[in-house]
Structure formats: structure tokens, C-alpha cells
């Protein structure tokens, strides 16, 4: 089992549309965890963490679910500029020093 | 935020020859930083684990002799890809963490796209 799989998609969607993503992890001494957007050929950028107790920001809420190893992202109303791929990442600490592993990213494409 | 500078952000160059791609952190100290390559539509692979003063902790199958890593300062760290191919091509980025806010999240440089011809 790979240590973070995430469906590649595209997932492709209209405008105003809800879409959920959701990510696998294997590692369970993992502890913190992440979304991050990355557009094309541009650097990853945190979209936002994830805590156990689940986390909204405006249009995009995410889950964390430890018994089953898996986290969600939840985007509603979706737009144009959602378009984008989302890479989930989790984080392991191991004497101070932080190992982050990519899962490969779930492409979104939204459309008119 | 933190922010992570990389430069460059292109870089065209010829078998054989080597590149140095540096990263920077520009307004925080980062004892740590992390070099990632990403080939097209596969995730970030991290390459290697950069420690400020002391020597880089690299991922099985990198080879060190190869992608060489110095972290002279706390503000940079840099990336040189010796006698390269064009297998090396790709894009090689930076990140640091700001252990400042302890929230984990790592910043990422703007990302190098090399293209060994």
C-alpha cells in the first residue's frame, strides 16, 4: 500500500458544483496533515491543514479521520479558479525533524 | 507568510554540464530545508533533507555524488546537479519550514525547471 494515494482523477465539474476528494494514508504514527494547491508548472501552496475535529474555511472543508487513515476535502460552490490539482501530505515529526509525504494529487477541472 | 525564493526558475544547459539551483528563505531562519523533484503529472519526490552546518540526509536512490547539497546558512541552501543528462530533467523545488509557529506547514520555493538538452 502506497503511503498516501489519492484518486488522480480529473474530476471534472461546473461551475457552482460540490466536489469531494478524499486521501489515504498508511503510516499511522502520522500527525499532522495538510492540502495544498498546485497549478500547473507553479510551486505547491498550503490550502489548508486538517485537524481531527474537521475544518472550514469559506467554501472548502476538511476531515481527518485516524481510525480509517483517510482525510477529505470538500469544496462547494465550486469556481473556475478551483481548477487546479490538490496534493494531500501528511506529516510525520521524528526527533525534531518534520518528513512530509506528497500523495501523486487529484486533478480538478472546472468548467463553464 | 514565510516566504521561499528560488532562483532560477529556468534553466536550459547542456549534457555534461552542472547547474546550481539555490533557495532561500527570506524572512525567517530555516535549520531544515528540503529539496523535492517532480516529474510530469507525478507528485513531489523528496530528494533530500538539507540541515543547516552539517551534512545532507538524502532519500534512497539519490545519489549524493550527484546532487550535491550545501546549507552554509540558516537563510540558504543550494541544489547542484553535477554532470547532468537529460534524465535529469525536471522540476526541482525547495521548501523550509518556519519552525517559528510550530503549525508544520512548509513553504515552498517558486520551483526550478530544468532542461538538460
Known amino acids: 500500500r502506497k503511503e498516501v494515494e489519492q484518486d488522480p482523477g480529473p474530476f471534472n465539474v461546473p461551475e457552482g458544483a460540490t466536489v469531494a476528494f478524499n486521501c489515504t494514508y498508511s503510516?499511522?504514527?502520522?500527525?499532522?496533515f495538510f492540502w495544498y494547491r498546485q497549478d500547473c508548472r507553479k510551486e505547491p501552496k498550503l490550502l489548508m491543514s486538517?485537524?481531527?475535529s474537521g475544518n472550514e474555511d469559506g467554501r472548502f472543508t476538511a476531515q481527518l479521520n485516524r481510525a480509517s487513515q483517510y482525510i477529505s476535502l470538500l469544496i462547494r460552490d465550486s469556481k473556475l479558479s478551483d481548477s487546479a490539482t490538490y496534493l494531500c501530505v501528511v506529516n510525520k515529526v521524528n526527533s525534531g525533524y518534520s518528513t512530509l509525504t506528497f500523495g501523486k494529487g487529484t486533478m480538478l477541472l472546472v468548467s463553464p | 507568510g514565510a516566504v521561499v525564493s528560488q532562483h532560477p526558475s529556468r534553466v536550459i544547459c547542456k549534457s555534461g554540464t552542472s547547474v546550481k539551483i539555490e533557495c532561500r528563505s527570506l524572512?525567517?531562519?530555516?535549520?531544515?530545508m528540503f529539496w523535492y523533484r517532480q516529474f510530469p503529472k507525478q507528485s513531489l519526490m523528496l530528494m533530500a533533507t538539507?540541515?543547516?552546518?552539517?551534512?545532507?540526509?538524502?532519500e534512497q536512490g539519490v545519489e549524493k555524488d550527484k546532487f550535491l547539497i550545501n546549507h552554509a546558512s540558516l537563510t540558504l541552501s543550494t541544489l547542484t546537479v553535477t554532470s547532468a543528462h537529460p534524465e535529469d530533467s525536471s522540476f526541482y523545488i525547495c521548501?523550509?519550514?518556519?519552525?517559528?509557529?510550530?503549525?508544520?506547514?512548509?513553504?515552498f520555493g517558486e520551483g526550478s525547471r530544468l532542461t538538460v538538452l
Open positions: 503510516n499511522s504514527a502520522s500527525q499532522s
Open positions: 538539507s540541515n543547516e552546518g552539517s551534512k545532507a540526509t538524502y
Open positions: 521548501s523550509a519550514e518556519d519552525r517559528s509557529w510550530d503549525t508544520g506547514e512548509l513553504f
Open positions: 524572512d525567517f531562519q530555516a535549520t531544515t
Open positions: 486538517v485537524y481531527s
